[in-house]
């Protein structure tokens, strides 16, 4: 459903976009690459399109693309239904940032309010998946936080997620705020959240794996 959404806005708006429109955003929230019109309205559709195809399949794999975990009695268990719900809100994800891009092209948004909307939608999408991360409580092959020694154990992966998950609602909360109080560079703050929770989350996780109080 998503994915056809996002083909159909690309079909709706298409003969109405220009021949050159942005698409790529900086870390400055402007535009810094353009392509035709064909590039901006099958991209992100295409890409959704291919997660939405081989990520429901690749599930089934799990075991044998990744062995290192003990063996369970179904694999599938490992990453359904969250590895599901963490899927469909990445696709939903990618989805607002491709209306963002139509109508960025279509000259919908002002060029001075594009950096402020930007970070608004990449805010809400890392607050949106760090909501669910920590509910991938199964280590696997696909979804999670996957630091190497975060498959230390599967008390180690559980935590590992959880700070992950806090990590990036943090990041969000910090980018929306951050975006209304820098309106010069709106997407900066977040940035430097997702900056900082990365390298404290790697940090944790390995202190973690390295515990010996830690299961």
Same mark, same amino acid.
């Given at each position: 459903?998503?994915?056809?959404?996002?083909?159909?806005?690309?079909? @709706? #708006?298409?003969?109405?976009?220009?021949?050159? @429109?942005?698409?790529?955003?900086?870390? =400055?929230?402007?535009?810094?690459?353009?392509?035709?019109?064909?590039?901006? %309205? *099958?991209?992100?559709?295409?890409?959704? *399109?291919?997660i939405g195809v081989v990520f429901s399949y690749v599930p089934n794999y799990d075991r044998l693309l990744f062995i290192k975990y003990e063996p369970?009695? =179904?694999?599938? #268990? +490992?990453?359904? &239904?969250? /590895?599901?719900?963490?899927?469909? $809100?990445?696709? !939903?994800?990618?989805l607002a940032m491709h209306t963002f891009a139509i109508a960025s092209g279509l000259g919908l948004v002002a060029a001075t309010h594009e950096p402020?909307?930007?970070?608004?939608?990449?805010?809400?999408?890392?607050? %949106? $998946?760090?909501? /669910?991360?920590?509910?991938?409580?199964r280590r696997n092959a696909f979804i999670g936080v996957r630091l190497p020694w975060a498959y230390a154990s599967e008390e180690v992966w559980r935590? +590992?997620?959880?700070?992950?998950? /806090?990590?990036? @609602?943090?990041?969000?909360? $910090?980018?929306?705020?951050?975006?209304? !109080?820098? &309106? #010069?560079?709106?997407?900066? &703050?977040?940035? !430097?959240?997702? @900056?900082?929770? +990365? $390298?404290?989350?790697?940090?944790? =996780? /390995?202190?973690?794996?390295? =515990?010996?109080?830690?299961?």
């Amino acid at each position: 459903m998503l994915v056809a959404a996002a083909f159909l806005l690309s079909a @709706v #708006s298409y003969q109405h976009l220009p021949a050159n @429109v942005p698409t790529h955003w900086g870390i =400055s929230g402007r535009p810094d690459q353009f392509g035709s019109r064909l590039q901006t %309205a *099958l991209l992100l559709p295409l890409i959704m *399109l291919f997660i939405g195809v081989v990520f429901s399949y690749v599930p089934n794999y799990d075991r044998l693309l990744f062995i290192k975990y003990e063996p369970r009695d =179904s694999d599938s #268990s +490992t990453v359904r &239904p969250e /590895y599901d719900r963490l899927i469909t $809100i990445l696709l !939903a994800f990618l989805l607002a940032m491709h209306t963002f891009a139509i109508a960025s092209g279509l000259g919908l948004v002002a060029a001075t309010h594009e950096p402020l909307l930007l970070a608004v939608v990449l805010s809400f999408g890392m607050i %949106a $998946i760090g909501n /669910y991360m920590p509910r991938v409580t199964r280590r696997n092959a696909f979804i999670g936080v996957r630091l190497p020694w975060a498959y230390a154990s599967e008390e180690v992966w559980r935590r +590992t997620q959880r700070a992950g998950g /806090y990590g990036l @609602v943090a990041a969000g909360v $910090i980018g929306l705020a951050g975006a209304f !109080a820098v &309106p #010069s560079a709106p997407v900066k &703050p977040l940035f !430097a959240a997702l @900056v900082a929770e +990365t $390298i404290v989350v790697m940090v944790y =996780s /390995y202190s973690l794996a390295h =515990s010996s109080k830690v299961p």
